[in-house]
Structure formats: C-alpha cells, structure tokens
C-alpha cells in the first residue's frame, strides 16, 4: 500500500521552530508535486505550501511566508516544512499529500491530491 508518513509534531511555545517530515513508503515522491496543509480545530483544512518535483518551485500561503519553509531531498525520499516563529495560530494538524501535477498552481485545491498521510499535531502554546 502506497503511503505518507508524516513526523516532526509536537508542543512548542510561541516562536520557536519546528521541522515536519513526509516519507513516502514504497513509492518515490520524484514524480509528484508535494503540499502541506492543515487543519486547525473546527476549521478546514488549508494549503500551507507546495513544491513543484524538483523543487525548483515554491509557492506558500500568506499566513506563513517568511515563516515556513519547504524543501524536498528526493535521495531520501522525503519533503520538509521548516516553521520558524511559530504562532498560536499555527496549531492544527499538518497533513502531506503528494499529486501527479506538472506545477504547484492551484494547490491548495485539496482535491487535486491523491495520496495523503495521517497528520501530524502541531500544538503552538502562548
């Protein structure tokens, strides 16, 4: 079974970091356009960032520009989101999905993914 783990949750206060991890288990994620969303309680799920397959292309969503960062190491198989300055309102639960895009246009439409991990909390306290 093709899937997504993700890692890298937890508790932290107000500005510090995080880096959340996305493995891909028993596909490789070269061929795919990989975005983070999340879902904060009672809320919908939301694009949070996206790298296009060779990484040469970002895109992020204004709530976290200049905060986050995605990466990918396609050696290792796996896509990274750096938060840096976290925010109480940052907390959710952070879902990777990967897609068989050509670009990461319109990715936070989460309908355009096919394949998605199990989540991981992301708890930012004041």
């Known amino acids: 079974q093709l899937q997504l783990v993700e890692s890298g949750g937890g508790l932290v206060q107000t500005g510090g970091s995080l880096r959340l991890s996305c493995a891909a288990s028993?596909?490789?994620?070269?061929?795919?356009?990989i975005a983070w969303f999340r879902q904060a309680p009672g809320k919908e799920r939301v694009g949070v960032s996206c790298?296009?397959?060779?990484?040469?292309?970002?895109n992020y969503a204004d709530s976290v520009k200049g905060r986050f960062t995605i990466s990918r190491d396609n050696a290792k198989n796996t896509v990274y989101l750096q938060m840096n300055s976290l925010k109480p309102e940052d907390t959710a639960v952070y879902y990777c999905?990967?897609?068989?895009?050509?670009?990461?246009?319109?990715?936070?439409?989460?309908?355009?993914?096919?394949?998605w991990g199990q989540g991981t909390l992301v708890t930012v306290s004041e």
């Open positions: 999905a990967a897609a068989d895009l050509i670009s990461c246009s319109d990715y936070d439409e989460s309908s355009k993914f096919e394949m």
């Open positions: 028993r596909f490789s994620l070269d061929n795919y356009v």
């Open positions: 790298i296009s397959l060779r990484g040469g292309s970002t």
